[in-house]
């Protein structure tokens, strides 16, 4: 009969394959953000220029506004979490922002949609778990997690919203990667 010392290694090893094959915590905000990215710039795009000014109601912001809520939103939430330095934002859209008569074209949206995403995606990949943990902020005090995931749930908020501004113009949104 064999004896239980013999099957200790494979005990072992069958004890341990679960906890090889988690991802950490880091890895995870990583990989999401980047799927994020993708597709909120899909949402982005399916949008034609000429309604970036779209409104479903006067009450809500055009479309083009919120392509930059989530740009400005997400910039500030990654140079908190992570203490580096983003893009700014271009003069263009902080004029239209100021003075909604002036509009949001299309291309600058997008362009800082994706250099917003590029910084947020080089922030979080930097995230030692020690920043993860901190707790930073002026006015509003959260851990660099925290400052991530909420901004990340505000993008996918703002995102939705986004996409029923293109069904309401008869537009397909695109479908969503996991």
Request: overall charge neutral; proline content about 6%; aromatic content about 10%.
């Amino acid at each position: 009969m064999p004896t239980l010392s013999r099957f200790a290694p494979f005990c072992a090893l069958a004890l341990a394959l679960p906890a090889l094959a988690q991802t950490t915590l880091h890895d995870t905000l990583v990989k999401h953000w980047k799927v994020t990215e993708d597709f909120t710039i899909a949402v982005a795009q399916k949008m034609p220029a000429d309604g970036y000014g779209f409104k479903p109601v006067p009450e809500e912001l055009s479309f083009g506004q919120l392509m930059v809520q989530i740009a400005g939103a997400n910039l500030n939430a990654c140079k908190m979490a992570s203490g580096m330095s983003g893009p700014a934002v271009p003069e263009k859209l902080a004029a239209a922002l100021k003075d909604e008569k002036l509009g949001i074209d299309k291309d600058t949206a997008v362009q800082f949609l994706t250099d917003t995403f590029d910084f947020c995606n080089k922030a979080v990949a930097s995230m030692t778990p020690e920043k993860l943990d901190a707790v930073v902020g002026t006015t509003r005090k959260m851990t660099g997690y925290e400052w991530l995931w909420s901004y990340f749930t505000h993008t996918a908020h703002h995102r939705g919203q986004a996409e029923v501004y293109l069904r309401v113009k008869g537009i397909t949104p695109p479908t969503y990667v996991f």
